[in-house]
């Protein structure tokens, strides 16, 4: 399974941005798929998740309310969403998926066995 990030940016302080992971490759036993970030310094943090097939989604609470992560089954992608930013939000955003992870394991990134490229979101007026 291959993962290919795109967006991100330059975003203002309660403005949105639009991050997008392009999955190919064998797909068809994923399970779940996730946007991990890291700001400069700090540990790698989990962002949302979605199921793969069912479409439940997860979010961390720093982002509840704000960001929206969506299937778009046509492009084999998962779109993330930002709505609200704020200066904390900027971070390297990574994609990352797994054909097992549990629900229970699932804000641990050592449970993803795939990952994209990080893409930067820098959020400043």
């Known amino acids: 399974v291959q993962l290919q990030a795109s967006g991100g940016g330059l975003g203002q302080p309660g403005g949105s941005l639009r991050l997008s992971c392009a999955a190919s490759?064998?797909?068809?036993?994923?399970?779940?798929v996730a946007w991990f970030r890291q700001a400069p310094g700090k540990e790698r943090d989990f962002v949302a998740a979605i199921d793969w097939r069912g479409g439940n989604t997860y979010y961390a609470d720093s982002v509840k309310g704000r960001f929206t992560i969506s299937r778009d089954s046509a492009k084999n992608a998962v779109n993330l969403q930002l709505n609200a930013l704020r200066p904390e939000d900027t971070a390297v955003y990574s994609c990352a998926a797994s054909p097992s992870v549990i629900l229970s394991n699932l804000r641990n990134h050592n449970a993803y066995a795939y990952w994209g490229q990080g893409t930067l979101v820098t959020v400043s007026s």
């Open positions: 490759g064998d797909t068809f036993g994923l399970r779940r």
